[in-house]
């Protein structure tokens, strides 16, 4: 069943209006005829099964029929903070981020990071990553899209992680010595219900002057397995191992 999320001002008890692109997809994508139902998700997280009543011209009216108990969301908050990479990366980053789980995003600027954007390059670029952010949480059954940051430099993006009950920093240089931070070890420590800041480099990695600015700011450096992972399989490797601990 097709799902959708609608702001909490077009909910009113039992009845909702879903307007916009989510109103010409039901309506001219789907093709959905009053009687069909589809799954409507709530700001705050719930969710419920809901029954077209009515398609107008720009607006579809639904009444909903069963409130859903089930939840989507890992029992880990994962905030990924991601140095800028090339290319449209950052937009497989998001989408497969989403289905895995992951309640926010951080894209910030490293000292490797190739790609430069201005501020009107920068607001079109999120335009575009919260398309896909909200795709990926319908697509894969979200309750809640993920919140998606401002960009951030690191000395912003350390502020940031006092808020969180762990930080750690993905580091290939862990891969290769013997007395390594393991991720598994730091994972299998958190308890349901706690934070976790997941800073991620860039192609090329984190310089030597990041690593000791992270250390000296409370980040703890892990080896994500004994190979090199590129910048855009990092986040998918910690997501995956997150939901396997805490809920398989």
Not at 39 to 65: F, Q, R, W, Y
Not at 79 to 93: C, F, R, V
């Amino acid at each position: 069943m097709q799902r959708y999320f609608v702001p909490a001002s077009s909910w009113d008890t039992d009845r909702l209006c879903i307007t916009g692109q989510d109103a010409h997809h039901i309506s001219h994508v789907m093709r959905c005829k009053p009687g069909d139902e589809v799954i409507c998700s709530h700001p705050d997280g719930k969710a419920a099964a809901c029954k077209i009543t009515e398609i107008k011209e720009n607006e579809v009216i639904l009444l909903v029929m069963q409130w859903l108990d089930r939840d989507a969301e890992l029992p880990i908050a994962v905030t990924i903070a991601q140095g800028l990479p090339k290319a449209d990366k950052m937009e497989l980053i998001l989408q497969k981020g989403t289905e895995l789980g992951a309640s926010a995003f951080i894209p910030f600027k490293a000292q490797r990071s190739v790609v430069k954007w201005d501020d009107k390059k920068m607001a079109k670029k999120m335009d575009r990553f919260a398309k896909i952010v909200k795709e990926a949480s319908e697509q894969s059954h979200r309750n809640k899209i993920p919140k998606l940051h401002e960009q951030m430099n690191i000395n912003q993006l350390i502020l940031e992680s006092k808020s969180y009950d762990i930080c750690i920093f993905a580091y290939e240089e862990e891969a290769k010595v013997a007395n390594f931070n393991s991720f598994s070890t730091i994972v299998k420590k958190m308890n349901k219900g706690q934070r976790m800041l997941v800073c991620i480099g860039p192609e090329g990695g984190f310089t030597t002057e990041e690593v000791q600015l992270l250390k000296k700011n409370g980040f703890f450096p892990v080896r994500l397995g004994p190979r090199i992972l590129r910048t855009e399989t990092a986040a998918m490797y910690v997501l995956a191992g997150i939901s396997y601990q805490f809920e398989e």
